[in-house]
């Protein structure tokens, strides 16, 4: 049952309260030249997405931070940029992100080393797996019938560290003033990525605590996103689905033999994406397996090419619910792209009341009240 009245025009909503951009289309091109010169801190970068990330983010001119507990891989890839990109800067430093003083340490910096003194990209990158997924077999030491207390270093480097790392970029990021090159102080790109996993949409047995923290970091993008704005800082987040990569424990490929991955390069693609193009804000992209795919051109829907009746081939034809658009391999896709307008009957019911209230009048405290969160109104005290 779907709450409506003709009181309800619909034109308060809370994507626009919070400053979020429309939804991404992960099918047009974007331009990289925001990249250059651009001054961009990763923790957990030696290796695996944040690695990828600095590679390429420094093929378009940007300066690379990384932070990581990979001593030996961090150095080897800053020499190895440092001998590609002489007139770039680069720097690696020691990093752990569950301790605050490495993490304040590393940003510290990163801003003192910087070409401009200040940084603009943060990625929360650092992240592992548990690889005998202890949490969900506790047991009790031989000398005594009370359990073990569970090692949580997972929740500790994907949650607690990634939450040092947001708390840091928004202190430091509203900081990077004004660009150099403007004529009207136009305000330098103040980016946090995050970096959550098809875990922190869906539910992955046999990883409890890592499918925790991602939905943790999920949580955290979604409501990071509707205040972060008021210092200026935009936050997106990028979910990939299984990739091939040091993260991916032994088990995770046995499990998925045969069945198909992401690919490296389309998480690469989709993080340059929100990276590069500052007009995007509070917006996600799970990034799976490519897929031949068609708009149906009767009920709008995507559907994958092997809905459609056999015989057809590329080009246009006839899908179940009507004409078949053009087809094309799509491996990124928008999430949440809709989810402040409806995100469950119960929401979407509530914000048509909200509607009508404030259609009738004597809206204003209501929604100062409701929606103080997201610095649309200031109480007056705690209660």
Known sequence: MVF???HDDGSWSVA????QSPPVNTTAPYSTASLAGKTILITGGASGFGAAFARHWAQHGSHIFIGDVND????????DL?????????????????????????????????PDGVIEGVVAGAGIVDMDNSFDSPHHPPNSPDPEEPRLKVLDVNLTGVAYTVHLGLFYLPKNGTRPDSSNDQPRDRHILLISSIAGIAPLPGQTEYTASKHAV?????ALRGTSWRRGVRVNCINPYFVDTPLLPASGIAILAGAPKAELEDVVDAGTRFMADEGVKGRALVIGPKLRVYDDEEDGEVKLVAEAPAGRGKGKGKGKGGLKGEERTQAVWEIYAEDFERVESFVWRYIGMINVVKSIGGWVGVVRDLWGIYGLGRGKGRR
């Open 4 to 6: 409506t009245t003709d």
């Open 16 to 19: 626009s309260q919070v400053r």
């Open 72 to 79: 030996t891989s961090g150095h080897s890839l800053i020499a």
């Open 82 to 114: 440092r001998s590609a990109y002489p007139s770039q800067t680069f720097h690696y430093q020691h990093c752990d992100v569950t301790s605050w003083s490495d993490q304040l340490s590393f940003f510290k910096f990163a801003i003192a080393n910087s």
């Open 218 to 222: 999920m949580g955290l993008f979604r």
